[in-house]
């Protein structure tokens, strides 16, 4: 079966970001834990329409071998990338693990040599950056729920225009 350019740049660009994330999740650690690289692509694959004519099955049969290659990719892509964030996460859990002793060790030291008013004070400045963190955390959650609930909504709509469209056929 011979591939079009436009199915063979699809092609090239879900191994591409593929590549791509596989690389961007080898990066460099950074103070936050990172978070798991999941698929993001939420819609399914739309079923194609009955065949009218031999052209359209043709298509459709290319359609359906692009579907089972990107499922194949997302697959491999999946079976590889796991085992790595688990060896990340087991790294991370042992250096936390020697890390956490020594820092409060350090800490400990540090605030013996502070005045009662500084410890005070960072006592504070401590529990009101926590405070604030809390509350940027649950608007962010917030806002988060207000746009999935929006694109909800328009992938609702769009479903339904394009199944008043076929229904028109």
Do not use: C, W
């Not at 699809?10 to 690289?37: E, F, N, Q, Y």
């Amino acid at each position: 079966m011979r591939l079009s350019a436009r199915s063979t740049a699809a092609l090239a660009l879900v191994l591409l970001i593929g590549i791509v994330s596989a690389i961007g999740s080898m990066a460099a650690p950074t103070a936050k834990a990172p978070t798991p690289i999941h698929d993001t692509n939420t819609q399914q694959l739309a079923a194609p329409a009955p065949a009218s004519n031999p052209a359209d099955g043709e298509r459709h049969a290319e359609i359906k071998a692009l579907d089972e290659k990107i499922k194949a990719l997302r697959d491999q892509y999946k079976s590889q990338v796991d085992p790595l964030e688990a060896q990340v996460k087991s790294l991370r859990e042992k250096f936390d693990a020697d890390l956490k002793p020594l820092q409060d060790q350090r800490n400990l030291l540090v605030a013996e040599g502070e005045s009662p008013e500084l410890r005070m004070l960072n006592e504070q400045e401590t529990s009101q950056i926590a405070d604030l963190d809390s509350r940027e955390k649950s608007e962010i959650e917030g806002i988060r729920g207000k746009y999935d609930s929006e694109k909800k909504q328009l992938r609702d709509s769009f479903s339904q225009k394009r199944h008043e469209l076929l229904a028109k056929k």
